[in-house]
C-alpha cells in the first residue's frame, strides 16, 4: 500500500508518502529536514523484513531557507512528536512497533523523542547529526537500541557521539560508512532485528 498524507503544523502542513507491505509487523518512519527523493531501495530493504516506510520532513521549504530553523531542537522536536501521535491515532498504523530514522539536523529531535516516548519508540537509527545536542537528561533516558551512522567526512558527527556515548545505556552500534557506501542494508536489518523483538 502506498499512500500520502500530510501533518497540520501552525502554518501549513508537511507531506508524507507512507509505503506498508502487506501485514506489516512495524514501521520505520524517515525524518529529514527537507523533503527527499523516494527513499525506494529503503523501503524495499524493508518490505523484506514486513516493515513499512514512512518518509517526512520536519520543515516546510520555506522554513529551510533559514538556518534557525535547522537547529532549533525544540520545534524539531514538538513537529517530530506531533508526527507520532498522528501515527498513533491513523488506522494504517496504530500499534504498530516504530522505529526512527534521523538524519542529520533531525538527529537531537530524535533522541529526544525516542527517550520521552520509550513506549511507542522501539529502535532508532541517526546517518550524522550532533546527537549530544538532545541534552544530557535524555540521553541517560533513551530506551531504544541506538545505530549510528557517520560519514568518513563527517569528524563533528563522530565526536558528538563520543560525547554521548558515555551518557547512553542501551544496546548502541556506531557504523563508519566508506565513501560512497549505501546504508539501506544497515538501517533495515537494525529495525529488523530490533522490531521483531516486539
Known amino acids: 500500500m502506498n499512500r500520502e498524507l500530510s501533518l497540520a503544523i501552525a502554518h501549513g502542513f508537511l507531506p508524507g508518502q507512507l509505503t506498508l507491505p502487506p501485514a506489516p509487523r512495524g514501521l520505520a518512519a524517515v525524518v529529514r529536514i527537507s523533503a527527499h527523493p523516494a527513499d525506494d531501495g529503503l523501503a524495499a530493504d524493508l518490505a523484506t523484513r514486513g516493515l513499512g516506510l514512512l518518509s517526512m520532513p520536519l520543515l516546510t521549504p520555506e522554513e529551510g531557507h533559514f538556518p534557525d530553523a535547522l537547529h532549533n ?4 522536536t514538538r513537529r517530530l512528536t506531533g508526527l507520532l501521535d498522528f501515527l498513533r491515532n491513523d488506522g494504517d498504523t496504530e500499534g504498530l512497533p516504530l522505529g526512527l530514522l534521523a538524519d542529520r539536523h533531525a538527529a537531537p529531535a530524535a533522541i529526544r ?3 520521552l516516548r520509550d513506549a511507542q519508540v522501539a529502535a532508532l537509527a541517526c546517518h550524522g547529526g550532533l ?46 560508512l566508506e565513501p560512497g557506501q549505501n546504508p539501506d542494508t544497515l538501517v533495515a536489518r537494525w529495525f529488523g532485528e530490533h522490531l521483531q523483538a516486539l
Open 73 to 76: 531542537v525544540p520545534l524539531l
Open 131 to 176: 546527537i549530544d545536542l538532545a541534552g544530557l537528561e535524555n540521553l541517560r533516558l533513551l530506551a531504544a537500541p541506538l545505530l549510528m551512522l557517520v560519514d568518513e567526512d563527517d569528524p563533528a558527527s563522530l565526536a558528538s557521539y563520543e560525547r554521548a556515548a558515555p551518557h547512553l545505556s542501551v544496546p548502541r552500534k556506531l557504523v563508519r
Open 113 to 115: 523523542v525516542a527517550a
